[in-house]
């Protein structure tokens, strides 16, 4: 078997897609992205330096950012409600700027206001890298439901198989 070929061709990557609640009513729609793709997007993230006159890698956090918003598909909820929610703007100051009636007007997304809200919310941009990558908010196949993590995964003992298979000795 050629591991790296079936890992590509099998990977559950593609077509996942699951819409998850940030904060109350705040939904978006995300792509999972495999542990394969995360690496694939960090390295062309990756910008050169010079530290001491030293050629040094990094990952660049604007360049990972920008690529992050690629796993956003849409959102919706997104108000300003929801930004006085995430501690972002002031009601009051909305009102008596716009008016009372703009408060639940909801707003169509994009990416650069998607990137805008990554910059000035560390956290929400944090929540999104790791709901990107975690296999269990993706609907899965019943077959790869039970699958392993990198938190230990495996059977526990009451579903080994040694438990559930029929014995083959004789009495």
């Not at 998850?20 to 910008?47: D, H, P, Q, V």
């Not at 956090?61 to 918003?69: G, K, N």
């Not at 439901?145 to 995964?153: E, L, T, V």
Request: aromatic share 8%; charged share 30%.
């Amino acid at each position: 078997m050629d591991f790296k070929k079936t890992l590509d061709i099998n990977s559950p990557e593609e077509g996942l897609t699951a819409e998850l609640e940030y904060c109350n009513g705040f939904f978006l729609t995300i792509a999972y992205w495999s542990e394969m793709r995360l690496e694939k997007e960090l390295k062309a993230s990756k910008r050169t330096k010079f530290t001491k006159h030293q050629k040094v890698q990094e990952v660049s956090t604007e360049a990972f950012r920008e690529r992050l918003t690629d796993a956003v598909q849409d959102w919706r909820g997104m108000t300003y409600r929801t930004l006085a929610e995430m501690g972002l703007v002031d009601l009051r100051k909305v009102v008596a700027n716009e008016g009372p009636e703009v408060l639940d007007q909801e707003q169509p997304f994009s990416r650069e206001d998607l990137l805008i809200l990554m910059k000035v919310k560390p956290s929400f941009e944090g929540w999104l890298g790791e709901m990107v990558t975690e296999p269990g908010n993706f609907p899965l196949q019943e077959e790869q439901k039970n699958s392993c993590s990198s938190s230990g995964g495996g059977t526990t003992p009451d579903e080994s198989p040694a438990k559930s298979a029929p014995s083959l000795e004789q009495s």
